[in-house]
């Protein structure tokens, strides 16, 4: 009797998080029926129940975590319980039921495409060797924006086909340029699909009826068919072509298909799982870096003082050459920190990718039920007044005498996350951000068109569905810069 005793007790004085209050089948839904963003909303929130609170929405329990010490319990402590993702809808549908890396569950199948997309394309090995592909394409960038005779360009659409250029030559080979247009246009379609709060996703056991509803299901076919289509045209091209590609460099559907032919792998490849990896690669690496060399430009056009800066060193770094190599651009150490600066206070997944736990289990003390969907709020750690000094202003300095990096070792600084599912694109990424964002400084100065009222009027508004990005476009005027020998 007292075992009995003792255990019911242990059982109820589980302690829970603390969150809003909830309404009966919708929980506490109404509590994001504003405009804010919802990382803004949870930051307001956090402020009111604490950096570790619960939130029910619709069927779904969230917890957030707001603070570095409840972002190493989710990403550190507890991260082989939290290292699944939730399945969202859109995921399912036009991502082959999940079978990409990003939302993948956790597991075997999960580790094998890690590793295999780790080694044969996002290494920094193989990262040096694709340089040319980075070289070629920034190259082509610079062309492009001179030929604009002063009339304003629109960076973000330019980033946004540079970042998808360099992904998809890597990932497809040179021969994709009719197929990545109609991939490029299906896929801007297929983000706006994937917010973390779809009303689908927050009412699990109606999402197919609420889809039908909302006309998303439909959408999400087309999609799912659009760009099974273009899989399958670039696929085949691969196979037709064979093990015989000669002397060119193994892109990733060669990767891919070598793989899959041989036939090692504990869990086999289908050739669903070949387009879902290729998909979620292409989904990963487009938005997230073009999104903030948007957010670069634009801090670096409110300060006038911090942009001159950044051009000096790389055009120092210029002096006398005609192209750079990857060593100067990796030497080009204050625009890294203008990166990493950016990336505190504009964050493309301010929430990351959200995590699900696979059994019920603790954060701090707090209980946390199974299936509960867990965030990290990196927006507003990045603008915790307690972590970083004046954070709304935009210093890059304040990263010269820390030791912070974008490993995921210290929480106070996660742009691409943490534990066993961090950003495995951190290298690639940097590569491409830095090339393409160098070039652009070194080759031009850029104003504001005057229609947009000048330096202090630069609209900073920002969107998030998935990723966050500028609201409006950002056009400039490209200014040629006499380059002195
Ligand atoms: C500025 C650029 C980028 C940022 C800020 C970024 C950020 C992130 C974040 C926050 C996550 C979730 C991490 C977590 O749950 O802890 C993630 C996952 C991922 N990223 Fe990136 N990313 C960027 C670029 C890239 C690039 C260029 C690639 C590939 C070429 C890439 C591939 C991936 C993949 C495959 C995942 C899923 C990993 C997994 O679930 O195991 N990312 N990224």
């Not at 780790?118 to 070629?136: C, D, H, M, N």
């Not at 909302?214 to 091209?237: H, Y």
């Amino acid at each position: 009797l007292p075992i009995i005793f003792f255990h019911g007790q242990t059982k109820n004085t589980k302690q829970l998080l603390p969150g809003p209050w909830k309404l009966p089948f919708l929980g506490s839904i109404h509590q994001l029926l504003t405009r804010e963003q919802t990382h803004h909303r949870f930051h307001r929130l956090s402020k009111q129940y604490g950096d570790l609170f619960s939130i029910k929405l619709g069927g779904v329990d969230f917890v957030v975590a707001s603070s570095p010490c409840s972002a190493r319990a989710v990403l550190n402590t507890q991260d082989h319980v939290l290292a699944s993702r939730p399945t969202l809808l859109a995921v399912e549908v036009i991502g082959y039921n999940s079978g990409g890396i990003g939302f993948s569950p956790y597991g075997q199948y999960w580790r094998q495409l890690r590793k295999i997309c780790t080694q044969e394309l996002l290494s920094s090995r193989k990262v040096k060797a694709l340089g040319f592909i980075r070289y070629e394409e920034g190259e082509r960038l610079v062309e492009k924006i001179g030929s604009a005779g002063g009339a304003p360009v629109n960076l973000t659409e330019m980033f946004m086909a540079v970042s998808n250029i360099q992904i998809t030559r890597t990932a497809f080979g040179k021969e994709c340029g009719r197929s990545r247009g109609r991939f490029l246009s299906a896929m801007k379609e297929t983000l706006k699909l994937l917010p973390m709060l779809r009303v689908a996703d927050l009412f699990p056991s109606m999402s197919f009826l609420i889809s039908c509803l909302d006309g998303s299901s439909f959408q999400m076919k087309r999609l799912r068919r659009e760009m099974d289509a273009v899989l399958d045209e670039i696929i085949e091209e691969h196979v037709m072509r064979g093990e015989d590609g000669g002397e060119m460099e193994e892109d990733l559907v060669d990767v891919l298909l070598r793989i899959q032919r041989k036939g090692e792998l504990q869990v086999p490849l289908t050739m669903d799982n070949v387009k879902a990896v290729i998909l979620d690669m292409l989904v990963a690496a487009t938005e997230t870096t073009s999104n903030t060399m948007c957010w670069v430009m634009s801090e670096l056009m409110r300060h006038p003082n911090i942009m001159s800066k950044t051009q000096l060193e790389i055009r120092e770094a210029f002096r006398g050459k005609t192209r750079l190599e990857d060593n100067d651009i990796s030497g080009l150490r204050y625009l890294h920190l203008v990166i990493m600066e950016t990336l505190r206070m504009h964050p493309p997944l301010p929430l990351l990718l959200p995590r699900t736990c696979s059994e019920a289990t603790e954060l701090l003390g707090f209980h946390i039920p199974a299936k509960a969907r867990v965030v990290v709020n990196v927006w507003a750690i990045g603008r915790d007044p307690m972590i970083w000094k004046d954070p709304e202003s935009f210093w890059p300095e304040r990263f010269e005498e820390n030791s912070r990096d974008f490993k995921g070792n210290n929480y106070e600084y996660i742009p691409f996350g943490s534990g066993r599912r961090v950003c495995p694109g951190i290298t690639f990424a940097m590569a491409g951000m830095e090339l393409f964002l160098g070039l652009l400084l070194n080759h031009f100065d850029w104003k504001i068109p005057a229609c947009d009222g000048g330096l202090e009027e630069l609209d900073m508004e920002e969107e998030f569905d998935g990723t966050t990005r500028r609201k409006k476009d950002l056009c400039l005027i490209a200014v040629p810069h006499e380059i002195l020998g």
